[in-house]
């Protein structure tokens, strides 16, 4: 009899680590035969088009088949909650922002994937940066794999800002030497410097810098850049978006004052309409040598560096996000005056996921799929391909630049990239995008006031304190003891 259980036994864990392997290692065969999985993310090119991508071939090796829906950024949100809500099971898979895992996985609409990831070898675990692997942790477990790394860093014309003509007219004007920007201060300087003027040598009037501003179209996290700088003590956490004792926000402090004081006076030093721009506008206009500064994701040194149309490929420096010689100190309410200028990048939007619905009938089969766009290999092919919206979240994504060459890339341009990212990523005092229950409610609510002091309608300290008054009634709905807990737990702070 004590034989037999320990048949049982071994039978069972042997089912139980098939069950857990990815796809190819459970046998011979199509093991996936008959399975349809549909797959829900943004509208094509960016995000979608891995899906596109990689599905021919997970076809022809599983089995299974693979349908896209996709909607506008601005409604993945609503549409997959309304999904959950209703209980339709109407996606097996969804492709979103990792900012979202507060409301997904807290509320426990995604599949908790740690064991699948344990025992999956081939997916590299350890290749993921730390970072990036924090972004699916909720409650110490993991509810979806890293496809993407996103920080925010800056992207400048090295012919602009190296030009003999241009560095001796800009001392003239300002009193010190042009270079790539080291503070808000000289990014502005720089973006008004340039503005208006045929300074590319072509007869077109160009323009000082180019930011998102239109709501919806990710304004919240290019004012975010700018704020971090200023508002983030090294050291110290709960700088960022709530005090972690009360979750009072932090928003209409005199840091993001005059971080948005900042921000909205660059709006007259980019090109016309550059308040309606979202994140694609910037991108296409940097490529066609339309301004000296950008602020956004990679993307913009991809399609900048790459693209055989952009006249700014082998010119374009990035940076690291410029610092503040002040910070303010929401703890003892002053601001600070430092030996040298605060730095804080800005993991804006904290990079795409690919996560698992609960609901599905097909759990291995949706897991492999995530784990085939993940994966080391395809990874770096999505990462060093066109309109993929993807940037290295993996060691190896840097180690190997022999694919961002074939991809297009030439020095330095290469080296000034991956180099802005790495030491953005390392950087002691990164900040971390917010990740709690209800944070695309907090977005809007930050974001309509955004849009309204970019127009001119309110003053900067108006439009924060009202969208301050918005994130206490989103909190007080959250149930605030709550909050408390979950934003202390997320800064790793201990329980109050």
Known sequence: MARRFRLIGILVGLALCVALLPVGAAGQGKPFSGATLTVFTQNPPYIAKPVQMFAPAWQERTGGKINLVTAPFGELYS????????????????????????????NRYLLDLTDRIKADAGLNWGDILPTYQQTVNWGGMLYALPIDGDVHTVFYRRDALENPKHKARFKTKYGYDLRPPATWKEYRDIAEFFNGWEWAGDGKKRFGVLEAFRRGGQAFWFFMSHAAAYVSVPGQKGNMFFDPQTMKPQINNPGFVKALEDWVALVKLGPPGMINFDSGDVRSQFAAGVAALALDWGDTGIVGGTDPKSIVRGKIGTIVLPGSPQVYDYKTGKWATLDKPNVAPYLAFGGWVCGVM????????????????AEPKNSYTAVTTAETGLNPFRASHFADTSGWKKFGFVEPDLGSYLGAIKASLAHPNAQLDLKLPGQARYLDALETQLARAAAGEITPKAALDRAAAEWEKITDGQGRDRMIALYRAWLGLPAK
């Open 358 to 373: 609960v609901t599905t009938k097909n759990p291995s089969a949706a897991y492999d799929f995530c784990r085939t766009i």
């Open 79 to 106: 549409k997959l909650m309304s999904s959950f809500a209703l209980g339709t099971a109407a996606y097996d898979i969804a492709l979103f922002a990792s900012a979202w895992m507060g409301d997904f996985a807290g």
